[in-house]
């Protein structure tokens, strides 16, 4: 089973499993409300299913901080309804968390500063941050063959995403005929993941009986300006990527200030660099590969 089946991680999961062997069952939040338990116990018992993959979430950070009650139906209550169930059925699951549930404070101090590890304390600074922490508790409470999978500044072919937005401002300002310039902060680093690799991997996980809390994200780190800066570069735009603060740019919700991560698990296969992420969607998105 796939909950969040028509969401951009979701649509890679489904596709992942079909090609690693699997018999797919996408479930779209039309389909499953993940909040509903007697919705939920009657879809995996209906399913049958050897393995559920969650990816059904509230994603909309800057919303959350005024809809929190709702966010926390789905990335909290959610979570735990569909790992409890799953736990009742013998079903292993994977749950996908964020790297919003850490504080933006470099691990290891000044001078030594290293990517968030799965035993790194966390902090969420926002109220999806804290829906995703509490979602990640409830899974892992649940008992049972339950991964929980941290990742980090998602892109696909399939969903809203930074990528894509700024090649969408490039294109828009190419057809207005003039120079083409973006504003994007450099205070903000993470691990750019592309979920084509980041789905096969969350299959990988379940082939494996992999449990417990993981790291999966792009290998290295870079701010929003420098991921920018390079999806032009590879795309083959011209656009100039002017600097900006978080400040300059203020949202609604606190976005952590730095949130790489990287596994100290033995058991996990690292994801290759974001760098090649990048170029696997871009790739993707002109239809060259299946994504």
């Given at each position: 089973?796939?909950?969040?089946?028509?969401?951009?991680?979701g649509v890679?999961?489904?596709?992942?499993?079909?090609?690693?062997?699997?018999?797919?069952?996408?479930?779209?939040?039309?389909?499953?409300?993940?909040?509903?338990?007697?919705?939920?116990?009657?879809?995996?018992?209906?399913?049958?299913?050897?393995?559920?993959?969650?990816?059904?979430?509230?994603?909309?950070?800057?919303?959350?901080?005024?809809?929190?009650?709702?966010?926390?139906?789905?990335?909290?209550r959610g979570?735990?309804?569909?790992?409890?169930?799953?736990?009742?059925?013998?079903?292993?699951?994977?749950?996908?968390?964020?790297?919003?549930?850490?504080?933006?404070?470099?691990?290891?101090?000044?001078?030594?500063?290293?990517?968030?590890?799965?035993?790194?304390?966390?902090?969420?600074?926002?109220?999806?941050?804290?829906?995703?922490?509490?979602?990640?508790?409830?899974?892992?409470?649940?008992?049972?063959?339950?991964?929980?999978?941290?990742?980090?500044?998602?892109?696909?072919?399939?969903?809203?995403?930074?990528?894509?937005?700024?090649?969408?401002?490039?294109?828009?300002?190419?057809?207005?005929?003039?120079?083409?310039?973006?504003?994007?902060?450099?205070?903000?680093?993470?691990?750019?993941?592309?979920?084509?690799?980041?789905?096969?991997?969350?299959?990988?996980?379940?082939?494996?009986?992999?449990?417990?809390?993981?790291?999966?994200?792009?290998?290295?780190?870079?701010?929003?300006?420098?991921?920018?800066?390079?999806?032009?570069?590879?795309?083959?735009?011209?656009?100039?990527?002017?600097?900006?603060?978080?400040?300059?740019?203020?949202?609604?919700?606190?976005?952590?200030a730095f949130?790489?991560?990287?596994?100290?698990?033995?058991?996990?296969?690292?994801?290759?660099?974001?760098?090649?992420?990048?170029?696997?969607?871009?790739?993707?998105?002109?239809?060259?590969?299946?994504?």
């Open positions: 089973m796939v909950t969040g089946a028509g969401g951009m991680l890679d999961v489904v596709a992942a499993a079909g090609r690693a062997g699997h018999e797919p069952l996408p479930l779209t939040h039309a389909e499953l409300d993940v909040s509903d338990a007697t919705a939920v116990d009657a879809a995996i018992a209906s399913a049958r299913a050897d393995a559920l993959v969650n990816c059904a979430a509230w994603t909309d950070v800057d919303a959350a901080e005024t809809h929190r009650e709702q966010a926390f139906a789905v990335n909290a979570a735990g309804v569909l790992a409890r169930a799953a736990g009742e059925a013998g079903v292993a699951m994977v749950h996908v968390s964020s790297d919003y549930v850490f504080d933006g404070r470099p691990p290891g101090g000044p001078g030594q500063a290293r990517p968030y590890r799965e035993s790194d304390p966390t902090g969420p600074r926002s109220a999806y941050g804290e829906s995703k922490l509490a979602g990640e508790r409830e899974v892992l409470a649940a008992g049972g063959q339950h991964a929980v999978v941290r990742s980090a500044w998602l892109f696909g072919v399939s969903g809203r995403n930074f990528v894509a937005t700024m090649l969408g401002l490039a294109a828009e300002q190419a057809q207005q005929g003039g120079p083409c310039e973006v504003r994007v902060v450099t205070d903000q680093v993470g691990s750019p993941t592309w979920t084509g690799h980041l789905a096969p991997a969350l299959i990988g996980l379940l082939d494996r009986g992999v449990s417990g809390l993981v790291h999966l994200a792009g290998g290295g780190e870079v701010s929003w300006n420098g991921l920018a800066t390079e999806a032009f570069r590879q795309a083959g735009v011209e656009c100039r990527v002017r600097p900006a603060t978080t400040a300059e740019m203020a949202r609604p919700a606190p976005r952590p949130s790489a991560l990287e596994s100290e698990r033995e058991d996990v296969l690292p994801l290759p660099p974001w760098q090649d992420g990048l170029a696997g969607y871009l790739a993707a998105r002109a239809g060259m590969i299946r994504s």
